[in-house]
């Protein structure tokens, strides 16, 4: 028996990289999957790749609130509930704080940040109606730990996580059954970090910063989300999990 299955689980930011890394795990633990990104072309090819059929993707801008209530809506229409929520949309912007413009500081948390709090709010319903229903929320370890020219970022990835928080909380008043946790990953080996990753000196500065000595894949990140939204972590709520090799504990 897999441990998902039954399930129906929403992944945004599917396309590539961790989103798509869960999505996959997903399936192959038994859940109907939908899938959701910006980028239609990688939407296809995800699909794809897991075999569709009962899973599903759908373009959505995750700083869109219009698109997320059309979402909801189809998701009542086609399932009449969801399961689980990955909050994974996301991307960094790394500058200092005097070259950061107004323009890019809101950038960063409307993908980031505000786009938790719109997939939160227009898909609790939804979460409800499963009775066992899981949030998790991308965050990152400077959501905890934070970096120089990573302002925008770090105050992103810090809202992610008092945010899931508040949301916990929020739910567990309500007695609607749905939990809701934060992910943390550390340095992983992503599309939006392959550039980064090339670059000699930032390679061995990234190395530096990971006790175990090499950077993650994304499957370990798909490993814990997994886990969090799974009946194996089923007195967890609130709650941060940290993936990184050991970074934060320095």
């Known amino acids: ?24 795990r997903f399936a192959q633990e038994g859940a109907t999957v939908l899938l959701a990104d910006r980028n239609a072309a990688g939407l296809n090819d995800a699909l794809a790749r897991i075999a569709p059929g009962e899973h599903e993707a759908a373009v959505l801008d995750v700083t869109d609130e219009a698109a997320w209530t059309a979402l909801a809506a189809k998701i009542m229409e086609r399932f009449g509930r969801l399961d ?4 994974n949309a996301g991307f960094g912007k790394f500058a200092s ?3 950061t413009s107004l323009d890019q500081w809101r950038t960063v948390l409307a993908v980031n940040l505000d786009s938790v709090f719109l997939g939160t ?3 609790l319903p939804l979460l409800a109606g499963s009775r066992a229903g899981s949030i998790i929320n991308m965050s990152s ?17 810090g809202g992610v996580r008092m945010f899931t928080k508040a949301t916990a909380l929020e739910c567990a008043a309500l007695g609607n059954k749905v939990r809701a946790n934060s992910i943390h990953p550390g340095h992983i080996d992503t599309p939006l970090t392959a550039g980064a990753h090339a670059d000699p000196q930032v390679a061995r500065q990234l ?6 000595g090499r950077i993650g894949h994304p499957n370990e990140i798909a490993d814990a989300v997994v886990f969090l939204a799974s009946d ?3 007195y967890m709520t609130g709650s941060e999990l940290i993936v990184d090799g050991g970074s934060t504990a320095q």
């Open 141 to 157: 370890i400077r959501g905890i730990a934070a970096a120089p020219n990573a302002g925008s970022y770090c105050a992103a990835k």
């Open 207 to 212: 190395l530096a910063d990971v006790p175990i």
């Open 121 to 123: 709010k227009s898909m």
């Open 232 to 234: 194996a972590s089923r």
């Open 84 to 87: 689980i929520l990955f909050n």
């Open 97 to 99: 704080i005097a070259d």
């Open 1 to 24: 028996m897999t441990v998902l299955a039954g399930r129906i689980a929403l992944v945004t930011g599917a396309a590539s990289g961790i989103g798509l890394a869960t999505a996959m």
